[in-house]
């Protein structure tokens, strides 16, 4: 527990957004934690109120030992802000805001900018920063920025031939009949069936023009053009999957040609941010066609909000680079609390925190319920709070998506690699990927030895665990390889169906026990 010395700034971010709410927390420089709130709450992309906020910021503060008479200043986004309906075009603006019962002085920040603050965690001095997600306040839903060491500015070019990501959720909502379907639609597209000409002519001609339209406007667009195809996904997704298919290479295209314009040859470095960044395909074109100096956030999207606000701040007022330890930020429960969840657990599960015994089993093909430490920010699971599984027989995929996960078939499942290892199996991206954002192609090899984490087009969307880390999953890889000759584990989410990926260990011991798992991996207990 730290407690705060004399003179320390402490900033608390707030970021409530139209869903992913989440907190982060700094002590000068240093953001030290952040949690999105669907992992407190269970519940999947819960858009908060101010209690559910006040909640949360407390139980973050009590992490450290503080209270909110600690705070300095509260940074907070303008996006879906509760404190007060504004219009100002200012990217950041002083107010005083009541939260949990004092009168903070408060920064607040348009929502764009605070995407762009994680320009902060690159090792870039310079880059282009191209922020697109499917929305922001005053409508805003691309903007760029140039991060030139401390400052960010914005970027005055003409975006309004630009397109968001605002086109591709109106066509995932429309084909699954809910929002929030975009990586289904993404997974959907790499089927790889044959597109014609006139699906990709009629999905080109359709997105500009649902890209300044509300949601009931563009689905009732859709229905006029794609009558035969509305939440056609859920009950046949293999009759839509050329459609997906377009819209996926419609989208790729367009963003790749808009970075371009911006981009000429001015800029050598790209950092990606906003909900677009999540996009594996459209990122891997951009290193491809555009440049291979790319930094993408594990946490780019929405749930990045009070990480990247907080960092703008930092720079602003303590003159400093911030200082962020990406991606285990998650907050822990205390020890104590820990300990009594785990006491008696072992009667029902098998508990094992030895890499060797666990990587036996795991070549055994059992599945691997995965609590490692703090867990990691963002959407995607990186190896705290993951589902750990042999990708060794093509079987092992649908076990771990389809009957346990009851995800949908087509969607593809990732592996985790020994960076060192990436070249055996896997071409086309960066040659390290921290953070799952890049999809490359898998040779004959990875076809051949670990075909449960090839999908039907080939890719793979990959994370390397570096050379250097001395981590617990590092350990975990390597006694797996010197088992079975590969340094490759599938790593999913974890999480069931329509949850929120577990952060305490209570929520991992009820994933186990649902789906009735033996094998508990559990590294010692992590404060904060
Ligand atoms: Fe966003």
């Known amino acids: 527990m730290k407690k705060r010395k004399q003179g320390n700034t402490i900033f608390l971010s707030i970021a409530f957004n139209h869903h992913d709410s989440n907190v982060a927390l700094s002590i000068d420089d240093v953001i030290v934690a952040s949690l999105e709130l669907e992992r407190l709450f269970r519940a999947k992309k819960i858009s908060a109120s101010i209690t559910h906020m006040e909640i949360a910021a407390r139980f973050l503060l009590e992490k450290f030992n503080f209270t909110i008479s600690d705070v300095d200043y509260l940074v907070v986004n303008a996006l879906n802000n509760p404190f007060e309906n504004s219009t100002s075009e200012e990217d950041i603006r002083e107010n005083e805001y009541a939260f949990l019962g004092r009168n903070i002085p408060t920064f607040i920040l348009r929502h764009h900018l605070a995407h762009a603050g994680h320009y902060y965690f690159s090792n870039f001095s310079k880059a282009l920063i191209a922020s697109c997600d499917g929305g922001g306040d005053l409508g805003e839903r691309v903007v760029y920025f140039i991060g030139d060491n401390l400052t960010i500015q914005r970027l005055l070019v003409n975006i309004d031939d630009h397109i968001s990501t605002k086109p591709y959720g109106q066509f995932a909502s429309y084909l699954y009949g809910e929002p929030f379907s975009e990586g289904k639609l993404m997974g959907l597209a790499g089927l790889s069936f044959k597109v014609s000409d006139v699906m990709l002519k009629l999905v080109s001609e359709v997105f500009p023009r649902l890209k300044n339209v509300d949601f ?77 100096s790319i930094y993408i956030s594990p946490n780019c999207d929405d749930t990045g909000i009070a990480i990247g606000q907080i960092a703008i701040i930092i720079a602003k007022e303590i003159g400093k680079r911030p200082r962020c330890k990406l991606p285990y930020l998650g907050i822990n429960e205390s020890s104590q609390q820990f300990e009594l969840t785990k006491k008696g657990k072992e009667k029902i599960f098998e508990i094992e925190n030895e890499p060797q015994k666990i990587a036996m089993r795991l070549s055994q093909d059992e599945i691997g319920i995965c609590h490692i430490g703090r867990a990691e920010v963002g959407p995607r699971a990186l190896g705290h709070r993951s589902f750990l599984i042999s990708p060794l027989q093509i079987l092992n ?132």
């Open 216 to 292: 009931v406007y563009g689905q009732t667009l859709l229905k006029n053009i794609f009558k035969s195809e509305q939440n056609l996904a859920k009950k046949d997704p293999l009759s839509c999957a050329s459609l997906a298919s377009a819209i996926q290479s419609e989208f790729v295209k367009r963003r790749v040609q808009d970075i371009k314009k911006v981009y000429r040859t001015k800029y050598e470095n790209i950092v990606l941010c906003g909900g677009s960044a999540l996009n594996l395909g459209c990122n891997s074109k951009i290193f491809e066609d555009v440049t291979k």
């Open 397 to 528: 995929k649908e076990r771990i998506s389809v009957e346990i996960k009851q995800r949908e078939s087509y969607r593809p499942v990732a592996p985790i690699i020994l960076e060192e290892d990436l070249q055996l199996y896997f071409q086309g991206g960066p040659a390290r990927s921290p953070y799952m954002m890049f999809n490359y192609i898998a040779n004959e090899e990875a076809q051949e030895k670990i075909p449960a984490v090839v999908h039907t087009d080939g890719t793979s969307r990959v994370q390397t665990v570096n050379k250097d880390d001395e981590s617990f999953l590092r350990q975990i890889l390597t006694e797996f390889k010197k088992i079975t000759g590969i340094g490759v584990l599938i790593n999913t989410s974890l999480n069931l169906n329509r949850q929120p990926i577990t952060n305490f260990v209570y929520d991992t011991f009820e994933i186990a026990r649902k789906i009735n798992a033996k094998l508990f991996i559990c590294s010692r207990y992590e404060d904060i």
